[in-house]
């Protein structure tokens, strides 16, 4: 086990996080929190200056826990330090002013910018605000802004749209961890003003350079997957990169190569380490190594965008390199976790950031697990050393990230290692060859040639991406795993490591301890379902799901796409451990409408308008409209008799609102899927 006593800084980001974390799911505190945390801070003070040396290390556990404690309430305090202000809601304004803080990003038809808003006009009153929206315009709009304008908008942001469907991935929460809590399409009469900037900032000097390198690459790169490669590798512009060249990349389990992280600035630091390494033996040198290690990672990350993903890498590896400049012991675990501590005292939300956790998981587990996974082979050849290093390097990253990796992506790359092999060193290459180029842009004749040389180089990449991504079984997908079974598989991972590091039989009953736990948990959930029917929220579709005894019936309409069911539908089936229905539920169809019994209730799906009907209503217990078939109740209720009327997502809006109010004025039993998914359990028929 490791020992604590040199790791100061690992208690400390321990307890910082789960302040963050308790913080960030929790009210603002109240002041006798404030109080109790301002009266503790003193107490700890006051008692280590008045405590003597001997009667110190006596009371070494009370001070630890005092200090720990602190630490753990500073977190959540930091969260509600500088909140943005969201009162009065954004939704209210009718008109407001506004910076672009980040360039547009296009997509087929529109423009996505990123406003911070300043001042806010509502009905009655003026307010500042601090808050930043997502603001969309068409391509060929004759009033694009840019960069570092200043806006005035008339009209009023909306909120962001929640998740509509079980397990849906929470877009709006998403966002507002980043400070972004509204959307506004603007067409051009929406704009009254705008202000060009005036002012020539760090950021955007760095944006203007990125542009003019991005062209240059365009003029001397010939192939388009070659630009889109290099753009990302380079330049950190991984939006131009397509869905193809993306899944290539995902799929042999070499997709941290496309985004400007830690790998790449630990390429720089290995060659600056092999270059002038040498020099930190000398007194002057070693402060010439530093300062010219720092300088380096932040020009490159400079010139990549300081991106997040970019920041964080940069400020890790200058913690660790400033660490191991002063020697200390334990240096690489502190200056890890130190890096962590400052990024999310900067900002908070960090901690929810998929690249935030991956980048700290795989650093952490090639620094823990790597010596442990390299010492299990000495080659003795240089070139099998080598090769044996970069697998013992990616066996470790990918061990530390695969549980979080199965949570959020779903999928598991088969042949990473196999990817890593030649793509590292690839890398490598490329970043090398890049810099030069981007560097001699006055050099017309060298910048053609080596253009060419990166042309080839990228498009060998992508040819073994792909070859990879095309072997049988390249990847394993649609592993979806709980937040409870995520935790259980760190902590049979951490378990795991720890038994066989120390060969003792305790560690190895925790092992199967904490598996069995787990089994038993999963067991439960799977043999213990509900049996239920669940109407999705597709837009411009429907999608029905007869849920009985774990398993599963659908009825999908004809413009369900492979991306609606992945990001609808699947995550509710997988998270559920749900499978197909074996004996089909008895159904029939008219030109109409749709049945089917459940449970011995019957559930009708109006698919077409309805055709002229004499006689008693049809007895159903739920009535599902969709496909703007219906447009007045009152002819659902000359052919039905219902407990519940549904409206589902392939209604269009103005439809909608209409039944809606027909539905509130004739008192009627009525759910649209807009507002969320529904759900009706056999226990509440």
Not at 99 to 111: C, I, K, M, T
Not at 191 to 218: D, F, H, K, V, Y
Not at 286 to 291: D, E, I, S, T
Not at 324 to 351: M, Q, T, V, W
Request: charged share 15%; aromatic share 14%.
């Amino acid at each position: 086990m490791l020992r604590w006593l040199p790791f100061p800084f690992v208690r400390f980001s321990l307890a910082w996080i789960l302040g963050l974390l308790w913080g960030l799911n929790h009210t603002e505190p109240n002041l006798w929190w404030w109080s109790l945390w301002v009266i503790l801070i003193f107490f700890y003070f006051w008692l280590t200056l008045s405590l003597a040396k001997i009667t110190f290390f006596q009371c070494s556990y009370l001070l630890g826990g005092l200090a720990m404690t602190i630490i753990f309430m500073s977190g959540s305090v930091r969260i509600h330090w500088s909140s943005p202000r969201l009162s009065p809601p954004i939704t209210t304004a009718q008109g407001y002013w506004g910076e672009v803080v980040q360039p547009a990003r296009l997509h087929d038809s529109y423009r996505r910018i990123t406003l911070k808003l300043e001042v806010v006009k509502a009905k009655d009153d003026v307010f500042i605000s601090e808050q930043k929206i997502h603001a969309f315009q068409h391509v060929h709009t004759h009033k694009p802004l840019k960069y570092g304008d200043r806006v005035l908008i008339h009209g009023a942001p909306s909120r962001l749209p929640g998740p509509q469907n079980p397990y849906q991935f929470n877009y709006r929460k998403f966002l507002e961890r980043q400070g972004v809590y509204g959307q506004h399409w603007l067409e051009d009469a929406d704009i009254l003003i705008i202000e060009p900037s005036s002012n020539r900032s760090l950021q955007r000097s760095i944006w203007s350079l990125r542009r003019a390198l991005q062209t240059r690459i365009t003029e001397y790169v010939p192939t388009m997957v070659a630009r889109e490669i290099l753009g990302a590798m380079l330049l950190g512009n991984r939006q131009q990169v397509t869905d193809d060249v993306e899944q290539a990349f995902a799929k042999s389990g070499t997709l941290h190569i496309l985004a400007v992280s830690g790998l790449h600035l630990g390429i720089i630091y290995g060659f600056l380490m092999a270059a002038f390494g040498v020099r930190r033996y000398h007194k002057m040198g070693r402060w010439f190594f530093l300062l010219l290690t720092l300088l380096a990672l932040w020009l490159f990350a400079m010139l990549t965008g300081l991106a997040p993903a970019t920041r964080r890498a940069a400020l890790m590896f200058s913690v660790m390199v400033v660490g191991k400049h002063y020697n200390r012991r334990g240096n690489n675990f502190n200056a890890l976790c130190l890096s962590a501590c400052l990024i999310l005292l900067l900002d908070p939300n960090e901690i929810y950031a998929v690249g935030f956790q991956l980048s700290y998981l795989a650093l952490g587990s090639i620094l823990w697990l790597q010596p442990k996974i390299s010492a299990w082979w000495s080659p003795n050849n240089k070139i099998v050393k080598y090769i044996w290093g970069i697998i013992s390097v990616s066996l470790a990253a990918q061990l530390g990230v695969l549980p979080i990796s199965l949570y959020y992506f779903h999928q598991f790359p088969v042949y990473f290692l196999l990817g890593n092999l030649f793509m590292i060193p690839t890398t490598l290459v490329v970043l090398l060859i890049g810099s030069l180029f981007l560097t001699v842009g006055f050099w017309p004749t060298l910048s053609t040639i080596l253009g060419q040389v990166l042309d080839w180089l990228t498009q060998g990449v992508h040819f073994v991406n792909q070859a990879i991504a095309n072997l049988p079984g390249s990847t394993i997908s649609n592993l979806w795993i709980s937040p409870l079974e995520l935790v259980f598989l760190y902590a049979i991972l951490l378990l795991g490591v720890v038994y066989l590091t120390t060969i003792r039989k305790l560690w190895l009953q925790s092992v199967l301890w904490v598996w069995s736990l787990g089994l038993a948990l999963n067991f439960h959930h799977t043999y213990n379902p509900t049996d239920e029917i669940m109407v999705y929220h597709l837009k411009g579709s429907t999608a029905i799901d007869f849920i009985s005894k774990a398993r599963y019936q659908s009825f999908l309409s004809k413009g369900v796409t492979i991306k609606d069911l992945n990001y609808n539908i699947f995550p509710n089936r997988r998270s559920r451990h749900l499978r197909p229905q074996l004996i089909l539920t008895n159904s029939w169809s008219s030109e109409s409408y749709q049945a089917w019994m459940f449970h011995g209730k019957l559930v009708i799906l109006v698919k077409a308008p309805l055709m002229p009907y004499v006689g008693a209503p049809i007895k159903a217990h739920m009535v599902i409209l969709s496909n703007n078939a219906v447009n007045d109740l009152n002819l659902v209720n000359q052919r039905f008799r219902s407990e519940w009327i549904i409206v589902d997502g392939s209604n269009h809006l103005g439809n909608v609102e209409m039944l809606t109010d027909q539905a509130q004025k004739m008192n009627i039993t009525f759910h649209n899927t807009d507002q969320r998914a529904f759900r009706l359990t056999v226990e509440e028929y």
